[in-house]
């Protein structure tokens, strides 16, 4: 069960974060969006290759909603080393840490993966446990989080 405080506080982080998404103004052009863009998306096959799984949320739209999943598993999360992430930047060509809109996207980024795992409270008490520590995260808000994957 979520508790009646939890429920208030992100019913109000959602109008704040849908507020500041209408002010966003996005520096690219709409393409070909992933929409859960992440290591764990990657499968290797017996060859080597490289395959993209997981389409479930794709689209068309600006791909820092596609960056942003990296930006904050690393800025935030603190999931990838510094290297890691430089590799990343390089290969792309751009920062979205120093974008105005990072703040905003990083919001919504952590919003989903709580209240995703917040579906998955009555499982058991690991999933209760990290709903626990990703809204207490949320409410904190002060940058680097001790969250793990899921």
């Known amino acids: 069960m979520i508790p009646g405080d939890d429920r208030v506080f ?7 974060l849908r507020d500041k998404v209408e002010e966003l103004r996005f520096e690219t052009p709409k393409g070909p969006v ?5 290591v764990q998306n990657l ?9 993209l799984i997981d389409f479930e949320a794709f689209c068309f739209d600006h791909p820092e909603w596609d960056l942003m999943v990296t930006a904050v598993e690393h800025h935030s ?3 990838q080393t510094d290297e890691q992430y430089a590799d990343f930047v390089r290969a792309y060509g751009r920062d979205l ?7 905003t996207l990083r919001g919504l980024q952590e919003f989903g993966m709580t209240t995703w795992l917040m579906q998955n ?8 446990a990290g709903y626990r520590r990703r809204i207490a995260g ?12 899921w």
């Open 10 to 16: 992100l019913r109000k982080r959602r109008r704040e």
């Open 34 to 38: 992933h929409g859960d863009a992440h």
């Open 43 to 51: 499968m290797v096959d017996d060859q080597g290759q490289v395959i």
């Open 77 to 79: 999360l603190g999931w």
């Open 97 to 103: 840490y120093e974008w105005h809109g990072y703040e």
């Open 121 to 128: 409270v009555q499982e058991d008490e690991r999933t209760a």
């Open 138 to 149: 949320l409410r904190k808000d002060d940058g680097l989080r001790d969250w793990r994957p």
